[in-house]
């Protein structure tokens, strides 16, 4: 008894111990003669490039969000209600971005966008580069909650004479609610946090926090300063992340958690 | 009528194929054709072709850099596989405390690996929390941080939840009556581990150490920052060096094509033994 829940502890500190110390220096200061505790000074520190970088990164957040579930609802919708010839393998090809690694996605994208579509350093690409790795996390909690809808539902609108756009917007969509949700949280949350893709296909056109923060770590991460910028978006990350196990259902998640 | 209404539903994943052709398989397939050209070439237009030569740079001078690419992934697997089991099976077979907070923590590495990287870090400089370790040691942390312990220590941690989910989902499988069986016919708890549960868990230990090889193929920051000069020679780093800094593209895109090869091999024995097993 006892060990066991020296063992869980003893693991969840290994896992966490690299963001609770990044919080306890975002508030402290070393000195030759001991630790400082300095309050909310390094966050007062922290410079208004930063909080634009963080409104521009929660709006492209939320539209790559978007664009992820417009890529991803059809897909699943007929992945999970109709079989055909492949469709193991469409699957397989559909899911596949995800494992992709950020470096072999980024260098590709930036040099299609520069050869062919010229979208290099855009707003539109920089959305749809990002949603091109991103969407797979909408699409299996999207697919694992149309798998667990019983069609009997969309059959009865059917019979009582809904369209079949009134059938998805009126009944499909309403019954997943907390599948489609599920995605927007890991997408959004994965696109916050994302900074490799973006350094290749922004071109430096648009701040995003990431980014910014990617950076500040490699030039100036010995500033308590940086620690702050990092707490703030860790710690969001983990509100974030926490209310959703908390508030989703099992059989909405797709597979993403335990 | 029916045949046919169901074939025109089945299009409307058309729009879906055309995106993943358009965003994903095209700039794969141009990073292939880039590998064989010259340097800037391919990007600006006029590719200048040069055969198979990027490849034998990459196979004489990048020897080290793919070793390390499967050396510290593969090490950090093991760690997790060690430290992931047993965290695995006490989530699915005892009550737990605080689970939420417990799921939390595990899925959080999956959101970045700054942090992981970056706190480390900062763990390791002087003044962080291993300076009582290493005074006792008697170590300099010189002789952990920028060498591949850190950056295999970095990696574990950021993988670490892969593990816990896919033996948790396998062993979750598993009836407990099996185990009940094992003990009623007189198995001590150890044979009953080693003799039923591991064999029924093995599909999804497996994938999961698969799962934590392959997500570590791409990790940058962790080796960046970690790593300091010597042990930051893996693929994903030189790849960022090379378009960023150098602008030899061509011979980015072959260690690229290189990297995408590992990682489709290590995600398709992924699928295939999570099929088997389920």
């Known amino acids: 008894m006892l060990i066991k829940y020296l063992y869980i502890v003893l693991v969840v500190f290994f896992i966490l111990s690299p963001f609770i110390f990044i919080l306890y220096r975002s508030f402290t200061y070393r000195t030759y003669w001991g630790i400082e505790f300095v309050g909310l000074k390094f966050y007062s520190e922290i410079p208004s490039a930063y909080w634009r970088a963080l409104v521009n990164s929660l709006i492209v957040g939320l539209l790559v969000s978007l664009i992820d579930f417009t890529i991803a609802f059809p897909a699943a919708f007929i992945l999970a209600r109709y079989e055909f010839k492949y469709k193991r393998i469409l699957t397989a090809l559909l899911v596949a971005p995800m494992f992709t690694p950020d470096v072999v996605a980024g260098v590709g994208l930036a040099t299609i966008y520069i050869r062919y579509y010229k979208l290099y350093g855009s707003f539109v690409g920089t959305l749809l580069g990002l949603a091109s790795t991103s969407y797979p996390m909408m699409l299996l909690p999207l697919f694992a909650s149309l798998r667990t809808l019983d069609p009997i539902y969309e059959d009865v609108a059917r019979t009582l004479g809904a369209k079949p756009y009134q059938v998805v917007t009126r009944v499909v969509l309403p019954l997943i609610g907390p599948g489609i949700f599920s995605g927007f949280v890991l997408t959004f949350v994965w696109c916050l946090n994302n900074y490799l893709l973006p350094l290749f296909i922004t071109g430096g056109a648009i701040d995003l926090l990431a980014v910014k923060l990617y950076s500040d770590i490699r030039w100036w991460g010995l500033l308590g300063r940086v620690a702050a910028e990092a707490s703030i978006l860790q710690i969001f990350t983990f509100i974030v992340v926490l209310l959703y196990l908390k508030s989703i259902g099992e059989r909405y998640k797709g597979g993403f958690a335990l | ?278």
């Open chain 2, 1 to 278: 009528m029916e045949k046919l209404l169901k074939t025109s539903y089945i299009l409307l994943i058309i729009p879906t194929i055309v995106y993943l052709v358009l965003f994903w398989l095209i700039p794969l397939v141009n990073i292939i054709l880039m590998s064989f050209t010259r340097g800037e070439s391919f990007i600006l237009g006029q590719p200048e072709y040069v055969g198979p030569q990027n490849y034998i740079v990459v196979v004489r001078d990048y020897a080290s850099t793919i070793r390390n690419t499967i050396i510290f992934p593969l090490s950090a697997a093991v760690l997790d596989f060690i430290l992931g089991y047993p965290l695995a099976y006490l989530l699915v077979r005892r009550k737990v405390l605080f689970r939420n907070i417990l799921r939390a923590s595990l899925i959080f590495p999956y959101f970045g690996d700054i942090y992981v990287s970056y706190g480390l870090w900062n763990m390791f400089l002087p003044g962080g929390p291993f300076d009582l370790f290493f005074n006792i040691t008697g170590l300099s942390y010189r002789q952990v941080l920028y060498t591949p312990y850190a950056v295999i220590l970095g990696f574990s941690i950021f993988t670490l939840p892969f593990m816990v989910l896919y033996t948790a989902s396998s062993l979750s499988e598993i009836d407990p009556a099996m185990e009940e069986a094992a003990y009623t016919l007189g198995a001590s708890p150890l044979r009953a581990f080693y003799q039923v549960i591991l064999p029924l868990s093995a599909p999804g230990a497996v994938a999961g150490f698969i799962a934590c090889f392959g997500w570590n193929l791409g990790g940058f920051l962790i080796p960046l920052l970690l790593g300091g000069v010597e042990a930051s020679d893996v693929m994903t780093v030189k790849i960022v060096y090379l378009t960023l800094q150098l602008h030899n593209y061509g011979l980015a895109a072959t260690l690229a094509t290189v990297l995408m090869l590992m990682t489709i091999v290590s995600t398709y024995l992924t699928f295939k033994i999570t099929r088997v097993a389920g």
